[in-house]
T-cell receptor
Framework: NAGVMQNPRHLVRRRGQEARLRCSPM?????VYWYRQLPEEGLKFMVY????????ESGMPKERFSAEFPKEGPSILRIQQVVRGDSAAYFC????????????FGPGTRLTVT | AQSVSQHNHHVILSEAASLELGCNYS??????LFWYVQYPGQHLQLLLK??????LVKGIKGFEAEFIKSKFSFNLRKPSVQWSDTAEYFC????????????FGQGTTLQVKP
């Protein structure tokens, strides 16, 4: 599955900087999901977006994190003023519709905060 | 809150040994169940899924899983593992009617010795 693209694959940021993670879904997919995997833990849901809409952001930290999926271009997960605890692998997944319940994952972005 | 528990965090087997990875979930309603695999350096790939029907589900690469509703379990099995099965395995669940967010277990790292 080479369809879901994420970049960068690795990102190093100093504390206080901003991190921008990009996700291009598979062709024809209009539903995007972001998950975070902390060290030694499973993936945790963060946010679910459709084009121009946030459908479910129940897993997003209340501060510093935001996500968007514009009409044109990739979905962006933005982390402002990063802290060491934000170091994790961030995975994006896409699906053609919500009802398929089958999500295709990208390779992930490994964020390291120094 | 809905949760998924994988009992084995790290499993080491020799080639040709049989594999069973445990997965239990904590939701009493209708669920859709998945096993994903992540080979070293690669993205998550779907191994198999259960939505309804025959509780014994066959997936790719010789894997199968059995849904036992009374036990809230969805264990993954393979009769004879290969070195190439070395990977991390994640069980996940979506409860019908929610926004499509996957709830993942903590993952099981499988190491197969040649």
């Amino acid at each position: 599955n080479a369809g879901v693209m994420q970049n960068p694959r690795h990102l190093v940021r100093r504390r206080g900087q901003e991190a921008r993670l990009r996700c291009s879904p598979m062709k024809g997919h209009s539903h995007v999901y972001w998950y975070r995997q902390l060290p030694e833990e499973g993936l945790k849901f963060m946010v679910y977006l459709q084009k121009e809409n946030i459908i479910d952001e129940s897993g997003m930290p209340k501060e510093r994190f935001s996500a968007e999926f514009p009409k044109e271009g990739p979905s962006i997960l933005r982390i402002q003023q990063v802290v060491r605890g934000d170091s994790a692998a961030y995975f994006c997944a896409s699906s053609p519709t919500r009802d398929t319940y089958e999500q295709y994952f990208g390779p992930g972005t490994r964020l390291t905060v120094t | 809150a809905q949760s998924v528990s994988q009992h084995n965090h790290h499993v080491i087997l020799s080639e040709a040994a049989s594999l069973e990875l445990g997965c239990n979930y904590s939701y009493g309603g209708t669920v859709n169940l998945f096993w994903y695999v992540q080979y070293p350096g690669q993205h998550l790939q779907l191994l198999l899924k259960y939505f309804s029907g025959d509780p014994l589900v066959k997936g790719i690469k010789g894997f199968e899983a059995e849904f036992i509703k009374s036990k809230f379990s969805f264990n993954l099995r393979k009769p004879s593992v290969q070195w190439s099965d070395t990977a991390e395995y994640f069980c996940a669940v979506i409860n019908s009617g929610n926004t499509g967010k996957l709830i993942f277990g903590q993952g099981t790292t499988l190491q197969v010795k040649p």
